[in-house]
């Protein structure tokens, strides 16, 4: 079925989180009443999931992933379609996998690890007993915080990835249709990207940059990388989660 590039826009930013909240009702009520875009819908996230295990299945070195990322923000000049059917987004996958292929080598950095923040949650994030501003998750002892009670944000699940040979955790929180996740990395800390910014929140040094169409803020705590990122999230409200020391209990 060919759709209206206006409805097609729409549902491709509500498949990966970018849909204006003003629209994100009237559009999931129209999915729910009719079968055909609710199909459409979900081609476009297993499209999404697709392009995202592609890409973490290959190692590529941090040059390639910082020239393929500007690919993606630099300006056309043909009015830009966020909507691209299944087999489009499947051979643009296999473009970028086929390139990663080839150029080969490289360690683990913090870009690659969005593709777990990409992948659906696999089980329910544990919460402990009686609230608190942890979860009973945690990763080199290492825990995530629970962002409801003071944020809103609220765990909705978690998943364990081995990208590039390390062993990382990540947990999904969602508040008002929005998602975002935060990804604990094993081991060394990672090397914060090079073009990232700068930033010091409540006394805790961050790197902000934008990529694969979500802002992304990096950290260490107790010696491992924390990655936050979300779409259609300001990067200043994932600065303030990512500084949050849940006094004190949040340990960095």
Known sequence: MELPDDLAADL????????????????????????????????????????????????????????IDALGRAPSRRPARRWLPFAGLAGAAAAVLL?????????????????????PGVATASVLPGGGPLLAEQVDGVDFPHYGEKFGW??????????????MRTVFYEREGRRIAYTIVAGEALEPPSDAASLTVEGTPL??????????????????????????????????????????????
């Open 12 to 67: 491709a930013a509500l498949a990966d989180g970018r849909l204006d909240p003003g629209r994100r009702a009237a559009v999931k009520e129209r999915v729910a009443a009719e079968p055909s875009l609710a199909a459409a819908l979900e081609r476009q996230r297993a499209a999404i999931r697709t392009v995202a295990a592609a890409a973490a299945e290959v190692e590529a070195p941090h040059a390639l992933r910082v020239r």
């Open 99 to 119: 390139a990663l292929v080839v150029a080969g080598g490289g360690g683990l950095d913090v870009r690659a690890t969005l593709a777990a923040a990409l992948r």
């Open 207 to 252: 790197r902000a940059l934008r990529a694969g169409g979500r802002e992304v803020v990096t950290w260490e705590r107790q010696g491992r990388t924390c990655v936050l990122s979300g779409a259609g999230v300001a990067r200043g409200e994932l600065a303030e989660l990512a500084a949050w020391k849940g006094q004190g209990a949040v340990e960095f």
């Open 154 to 167: 609220e765990p909705q699940g978690v998943r364990s990835d081995r990208i590039e040979g390390r062993d």
